[in-house]
């Protein structure tokens, strides 16, 4: 994905830089003193924290400085002061924990800015689901259609939780063998994701999370099929493929039908760069009061700025998931 090309991009101060694929070689620079090396600083973060109480040991090091240009010269040595420093740059983990990790990185950001952990801790899946349903923002959305399917498709995920403690319903998740990635569609990966982040936020933090992706669907059924299309006839353009986009776009797609119950994650990231520089400062807006009790999202530019965070982290969660074999390297004019 190109850089953002906006007429808002100087009042949102956003840039998306890149989608990196899975096969992507990229060096494990962030290292922690007893020898695990990770390829992203949250990651290292994590590590720390878990396993050696956020006080890293002789010999942690992580590259010179965190934004996405080149990085020269020896490693920079680790402090405390490091360490409390909660955005993310533009890799990942790739660790034997990876999910559980990436939603830990999201909770990280959001410490960052205000308390917004559960003080509750729901050891039974009945709770989860109880707390995830009867706490979804079904009142902030004028159209029901809006949130309808990712809600109910929460609903069958904690249901099936509930019947099955033992077995998660991920791991009935058809495989695309050629491509590696799960055929989930995507309704249901974003149900996935409240269904893991929400029992962790408390109540007004699930809430805007929960608005936060549902206006990605949203965006997602609005722009998705055009962002598609244009992404081929780019890949066409280029020789990356010898198909002409109208074949690229399989016949046997129903185009009119609503792209996100259709649609499975491997091209999901494609809206991104207009989806924050965009859909979002003109969507938040319309919530009217509701968005003025928002203490994450909104449409002010700070807000966008941790809007881009949590969508970065999403798609380090969606490609850990095997949702997508493409994730974001997204960062703010404060990373330059």
């Known amino acids: 994905m190109d850089p953002i090309n906006s007429t808002n991009k100087d009042d949102a101060s956003v840039l998306a830089r890149a989608r ?30 878990q396993k050696h109480q ?7 090091t992580q590259p010179n400085n965190m934004n996405p240009k080149a990085n020269r010269g020896r490693p920079k040595r680790l402090d405390e002061n490091d360490l409390k420093e909660g ?24 410490d960052s800015i205000g308390n917004f952990r559960s003080v509750t801790k729901y050891e039974k899946e009945e709770e989860k689901q109880v707390y ?8 902030y959305f004028i159209n029901n259609q809006d949130y309808q399917s990712i809600y109910n ?24 063998k050629d491509k590696n990635i799960k055929k989930t569609q995507i309704s ?4 996935y994701f409240l269904v893991a982040i929400g029992p962790l936020l408390n109540e007004d933090a699930y809430k805007e999370m929960a608005t936060f992706i549902v206006l990605f669907s ?9 962002a598609l299309q244009n992404y081929e006839q780019e890949q066409y353009q ?25 649609q499975n994650g491997e091209q999901i990231l494609l809206i991104t760069n207009e989806f924050i520089l965009s859909f979002l400062p003109q969507y938040f807006p319309k919530l009217g009061n509701i968005e003025k009790t928002f203490r994450i999202f909104g449409s002010p530019d700070e807000k966008l700025k941790n809007a881009v965070y949590v969508t970065q982290h999403l798609s380090y969660w969606l490609y850990a998931m095997k949702f997508t074999n493409s994730r974001l390297a997204l960062y703010t004019d404060d990373d330059q």
């Open 20 to 49: 990196r694929r899975r096969n992507d070689q990229s060096s494990r620079d962030y290292t922690c003193g007893c020898g695990k090396s990770y390829l992203s600083y949250p990651a290292l973060y994590t590590h720390l924290k």
């Open 54 to 60: 956020g006080s890293p040991p002789q010999g942690t």
């Open 87 to 110: 955005k993310s740059d533009d890799e990942r983990s790739i660790s034997n924990n990876e999910p559980d990790e990436t939603i830990e990185q999201v909770l990280l950001f959001l």
């Open 132 to 139: 995830l349903l009867n706490s979804f923002p079904k009142d």
């Open 153 to 176: 498709l929460m609903k069958d995920i904690t249901n099936e939780r509930v019947k099955n403690p033992d077995q998660d319903p991920l791991t009935k998740e058809e495989i695309d």
């Open 188 to 191: 249901k990966i974003l149900a």
């Open 218 to 226: 949203i965006a997602l059924n609005e722009m998705g099929y055009q």
């Open 238 to 262: 280029q020789g990356d493929t010898d198909k002409k986009t109208q074949t690229l776009v399989k016949q046997d797609q129903n185009m009119n039908a609503v792209y996100c119950e259709e």
